[in-house]
């Protein structure tokens, strides 16, 4: 990962001077509003990891959830139940991106615990979604709940600027897989994850025509 890092990185600073359209030429244009080259590029880099494959992984766990439970299955293409509340509660149960990190800025005492300022932390956003103090029984799929504190996209200044683009791309895929009688043949306890710090991302799931609903040839 690394590698492929340090080649993207590459490739967007030796586009950065000849771009001519785009964020690239915006920010050459106008100025960078204080942020430095290795900064421009880092957001570019985010921009593909997160727009990509963030949501591609989201488009999995949604299908997978709809593999665990037929039954909203069943509902969403009979158009009894609203797609984007069964995503939001696929999602908080199974964030793709698990972890975000800090800075501290100033000494803080953080749950009785003294964190001085410098240290860096990780957030662990997975594992807020699972706090049973905020979500009652949390590992239960329950797409009527409040999602409010739900942190699949972070929170804050810094919470996910694609958030609404991602919704709407799971929204488009499952739609599409759903209209396409596609199912999941992966039970969720099958499912490898793909080994990366801080990210649940299923690395490979089987899917089929469901067999019952396989369209007669016209
Ligand atoms: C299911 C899909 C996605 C998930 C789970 C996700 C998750 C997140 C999270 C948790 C953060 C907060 C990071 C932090 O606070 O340190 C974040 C930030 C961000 N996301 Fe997403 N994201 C997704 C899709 C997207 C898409 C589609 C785009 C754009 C095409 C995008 C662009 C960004 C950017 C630029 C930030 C940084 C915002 C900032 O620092 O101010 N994300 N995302």
Redesign the pocket.
């Known amino acids: 990962m690394n590698q492929d890092l340090a080649a993207f990185r590459a490739i967007v600073c030796e586009h950065l001077p000849n771009a001519d359209s785009g964020i690239l030429a915006h920010f050459r244009d106008h100025g960078s509003h204080g942020l430095s080259n290795t900064q421009i590029v880092d957001?570019c880099i985010?921009?593909f990891a997160?727009?990509v494959e963030?949501?591609a992984s989201?488009i999995g766990t949604v299908m997978l959830t709809l593999t665990e439970h037929p039954e909203i299955r069943a509902a969403l293409i009979e158009g009894k139940m609203k797609l984007g509340a069964v995503i939001e509660e696929a999602?908080r149960r199974d964030?793709?991106?698990q972890i975000?990190?800090r800075i501290v800025r100033r000494d803080t005492e953080l749950a009785g615990l003294a964190v001085p300022a410098e240290t860096a932390v990780f957030l662990l956003?997975g594992s807020a979604n699972h706090d049973e103090t905020v979500f009652a029984d949390p590992e239960r799929f329950d797409c009527q709940r409040d999602l409010e504190p739900m942190l699949?996209?972070?929170g804050g200044?810094?919470?996910?600027?694609?958030?609404q683009?991602?919704r709407s791309?799971?929204s488009a895929a499952v739609n599409a897989l759903l209209g396409a009688d596609i199912e999941i043949v992966t039970r969720p306890g099958q499912v490898r994850y793909v080994p990366r710090f801080g990210h649940r991302w299923p690395q490979f799931l089987e899917a089929r025509i469901a067999p019952n609903r396989r369209r007669q040839p016209s």
């Open positions: 957001a985010l921009l997160d727009g963030n949501v989201a999602l964030a793709p991106g975000i990190s956003l699949t996209f972070g200044r810094h919470s996910c600027i694609g958030a683009l991602a791309q799971i």
